[in-house]
């Protein structure tokens, strides 16, 4: 019997009690202290300056404007919407940047600045969004007093036509980006590229605004007219201040000081702006924390939701801050909040055998159905939770990109979370291969023994979901033997997963700067692994369709298979190119040492970009160096600088590789030089397409393999070391140089 007992009890406790939700904006002021402004509640520690010094702490005196009808709050000349004490924060208005041009009266601005710097206010990082609205202009915003920062959007949008979506700040006519917490003072910065000249016709201005997320919401109306956003909005927008008792935190605020701002019957917190500290009322009481007897006793006896005195039987009896439950006399049983409930005494009747048979049959009836209700109510919110990260996971966005590519939603094996555990054996560190920029990818076995590798994503913010989308998309539209294959992806998980195949080999940034493995591929293995890597980003460029955008081209995202075979991959920063454009204007994103400097200057990404950042690994072949390495001497730490100073300079040669010197032609390596040159000119108009630099290296490779074609190194070190008067280099002059290089390189490294 006891053990029955302890089994429904354990039942009671797994089940969950039922809540009732408490304001978390109660409203209080001191007694005698004006409680309003208009339709905006003032709670303590806010107060009004017609009202004694008493009704509010320093720096949170407001102003009233009763003048006006309705009257309007005011902190200084801003205006308050709306005040909250958890969260703590306040909605006021803020102004709008604008940046406007007339075919007439030429440019119209401005840049308006916001400071509270005397006051206990800071920009709240989780409610606002810098947001800026146009289609010919780059606009900042740079705050200071507590954090400096500087961030901003940049658009170019030639026609009606460029994709807006209404709803959508998608960086095509509308942009926005987070700030950083726990700063004072910002100040709008908004400049054109062209004056609107090309576009003035559909949007004559640019607008910057600090603003409250949820409240803005994109639409297409807002690009048209002479400061139509601006005017229909009366010159502000929403924003939301973060506010803290500043200058202590709860651990070094002292209880005892009169200022202390928590008081009975609440709770010191620090505030999530780590500008201070902030009260809540503790569990039990509700009402305003920071008042004198502000938080007053919840009477959960007066509401049966709010206990859990089960039985009709039992006396409820509220406590401070809880309360309790029990039998009354002429019943029996355990009228705890935990207990059994209470049975009326019937007859003269054994009190053992009507417990016993009342306490079995209740415990065979809450048995069956507690077990029942919980088992349902634990598989329904399994469900819920699969199809909460299905959503947040992108699965939605996931299923629009898909559909919009030839209407197949199919293209890649859906897993499920159970089965890619198992994979990993749930994820053991001794299954991790590497980790990247956006997660972590891990050695898996599927169910049919194939090896797989898995990559698990970070918990990602929102760009970091398009981003996941994004390479989901990309692989299952690419169908090339160079490019990584993606078999399938699980967004049922917590964070999202991919299931790629598995390349054995490593990466070739491995293989040719990792020790012990340097020197250990040979010049022909380079040369096919170039022609391979260039032939699948021509097909990404040229096959594609719509053509495909790397944007992270390096030795590292090129594995090797086995057999060398060189096989692209990392997807998460590319970006698929509208048939009808040539370019798209994007924020930057690459890596340092093989980004285009005409993509980082003018954000204008091209194909082009790919062909740049091809070239700086080409030249990682023939000199076996990194494309950034700072332990080098000043003028070679950029690979690209260096070598491209190296060929204007004819002195190439002493920044190759021994084994490359050893094994390639004359033509190869004079071919292979002048190419990676090209490929990394600084104007992206003189670099050859990737097709053509796939040509060119498929050339070189079959010219190589023809039986009748001799190899002469001498020659080739001769001609890279001595441009001039090829057929008179000697020998003995050989040797020489060869032996300068050789100082040359171990000097460099």
Not at 332 to 361: E, H, N, W, Y
Not at 446 to 456: E, Y
Not at 632 to 655: C, D, G, Q
Request: aromatic share 10%; glycine share 8%; hydrophobic share 35%.
């Amino acid at each position: 019997m006891a053990l029955v007992v302890l089994i429904l009890l354990q039942l009671l406790l797994w089940w969950p009690p039922p809540t009732t939700a408490i304001s978390s904006t109660v409203s209080t002021a001191k007694t005698g202290c004006q409680k309003k402004c208009g339709s905006v509640t003032v709670p303590y520690p806010f107060g009004l300056d017609d009202d004694p010094i008493s009704c509010y702490r320093e720096r949170f005196k407001l102003h009233c404007n009763r003048s006006l009808d309705p009257p309007i709050l005011y902190i200084g000349n801003i205006e308050v919407l709306e005040i909250s004490l958890l969260p703590a924060q306040l909605r006021v208005l803020n102004y709008i940047g604008y940046d406007c041009y007339n075919s007439t009266s030429g440019n119209d601005k401005g840049f308006p600045s916001f400071k509270v710097n005397s006051r206990p206010f800071t920009f709240s990082d989780t409610r606002n969004r810098f947001t800026v609205i146009g289609c010919d202009n780059f606009a900042r915003i740079t705050g200071f007093n507590g954090r400096n920062f500087t961030s901003g959007c940049s658009m170019i949008c030639n026609d009606q036509q460029s994709g807006f979506i209404n709803g959508s700040c998608s960086g095509i006519g509308c942009c926005q980006t987070s700030i950083p917490k726990g700063f004072k003072s910002f100040k709008l910065y908004i400049n054109s590229y062209h004056n609107h000249t090309d576009v003035l016709v559909f949007n004559p201005c640019a607008y910057a605004f600090l603003v409250d997320s949820e409240w803005y919401n994109f639409s297409v109306s807002d690009l048209g007219g002479y400061m139509d956003f601006y005017n229909r909005n009366r010159e502000n927008v929403p924003m939301v201040l973060d506010w803290a008792i500043e200058n202590y935190t709860c651990e070094t605020v002292s209880r005892i000081d009169p200022s202390y701002a928590c008081r009975s019957n609440s709770q010191c917190f620090n505030s999530p702006n780590g500008r201070g500290y902030l009260c809540n009322c503790s569990l039990g009481y509700q009402g305003n924390p920071y008042l004198d007897d502000g938080c007053q006793d919840i009477d959960e006896c007066a509401d049966e939701a709010m206990n859990e005195c089960k039985s009709p039987l039992a006396v409820c009896t509220n406590t401070p801050g809880s309360y309790t439950c029990y039998c009354p006399s002429g019943t029996v049983g355990d009228g705890r909040k935990t207990g059994t409930g209470c049975t009326a005494i019937q007859g003269k009747r054994s009190p053992v055998m009507q417990i016993a048979l009342g306490i079995s049959f209740g415990i065979l009836v809450v048995l069956f159905i507690g077990s029942w209700i919980y088992w349902g109510i634990e598989k329904r919110n399994q469900s819920k939770r699969k199809e909460m990260f299905f959503q947040q996971n992108g699965g939605l966005l996931l299923k629009q990109q898909l559909s919009s590519c030839d209407g197949n939603e199919e293209i890649a094996k859906i897993f499920t979370e159970e089965e890619l555990k198992k994979a990993t054996n749930n994820y053991d560190e001794t299954r991790i291969l590497g980790r990247g920029g956006y997660g972590i990818v891990y050695q898996g076995f599927l169910p049919n023994n194939r090896k797989v590798a898995i990559k698990k994503s970070k918990i990602m913010d929102e760009n970091q979901v398009e981003q996941f989308i994004n390479e989901v998309v990309v692989l299952s539209q690419i169908n090339h033997k160079n490019v990584v294959k993606l078999l399938g992806c699980c967004l049922e998980a917590e964070v999202p997963l991919l299931v790629y195949e598995f390349i054995t080999n490593g990466t070739l940034f491995h293989h040719i700067h990792d020790e012990g493995h340097k020197y250990s591929i040979s010049w022909d293995d380079r040369l096919r692994i170039a022609s391979e890597t260039a032939a699948a980003l021509a097909y990404l460029h040229s096959a594609a369709s719509p053509p495909i955008i790397h944007r992270d081209v390096k030795s590292a995202n090129i594995l090797l298979d086995d057999n060398y075979m060189a096989k692209v991959s990392d997807f998460g920063a590319s970006r698929l190119i509208p048939s009808d454009k040539i370019q798209v204007t994007t924020l930057v994103q690459g890596t340092l040492g093989y980004l285009d400097p005409e993509y980082f200057h003018t954000s204008r990404l091209t194909e082009k970009s790919d062909v740049y950042s091809f070239g700086i690994v080409l030249v990682e072949l023939l000199t076996g160096r990194k494309a950034l390495d700072f332990d080098r001497p000043e003028n070679e730490k950029n690979l690209a600088t260096h070598f491209v100073t190296s060929m204007k300079e004819e002195n190439v040669l002493v920044i190759l590789e021994d084994r490359v010197l050893q094994e390639a032609s004359e033509d190869q390596l004079k071919e292979v030089t002048n190419l990676a040159n090209r490929c990394l000119s600084v104007k992206g108009e003189e670099r050859p397409t990737m097709k053509e630099v796939a040509m060119e290296l498929e050339g070189l490779r079959r010219y190589s393999k023809h039986p009748w074609v001799e190899h002469n190194h001498e020659e080739a070190e001769c001609l890279l070391g001595q441009s001039s008067n090829l057929h008179s280099c000697k020998a003995d002059e050989y040797d020489s140089l060869k032996d300068r290089v050789v100082i040359s390189l171990d000097s460099g490294r």
